[in-house]
């Protein structure tokens, strides 16, 4: 379940005059992937050293294909795709350097469908003892 935090007012421009009310979700501890593997290997019936070398050896091979600039499909969970952003030019020859163009890689997540009717179906709940924070 997700929980939704009070909405707090955000000013989108300096001057004071235009402004938006948005709603947060509160800040909540990370999971551990000690975690995890202990949950997995739980539920599996194996014991956790075995689950580690797994989950390691899937780690290293989904790092590895994004390294190579390949996208990796997990079923049920969603897409990993590296994206390249770079400065624009008006032709291919102002480019230059293709190093030297580039300003950043990222990871974009796009999930599949099941993951989002699972979020969609969890909802989220509204906790008003957040609004005295």
């Known amino acids: ?14 001057d004071g005059m235009h402004e938006a009310w948005i709603y947060q979700s509160p800040a909540l501890p990370v999971v551990e992937f000690s975690k995890i593997v202990k949950d997995c290997s739980d539920s599996c019936g194996e014991n956790p050293s075995k689950t580690i070398g797994v989950v390691a050896a899937l780690m290293n091979r989904i790092t590895h294909l994004l390294a190579l600039g390949r996208a990796v499909e997990i079923e049920g969970i969603g897409t990993l795709k590296p994206v390249i952003n770079s400065k624009a030019a008006d032709t291919a020859e102002e480019l230059g350097d293709p190093y030297e163009s580039i300003k950043g890689v990222k990871i974009r997540f ?24």
């Open 1 to 14: 379940m997700l929980i939704v935090r009070k909405a707090k007012k955000k000013i989108v421009r300096p």
């Open 110 to 133: 796009y999930p599949h469908k099941p993951l989002q009717e699972a979020i969609a179906e969890n909802g989220y709940e509204y906790q008003a003892e957040l609004d005295d924070e």
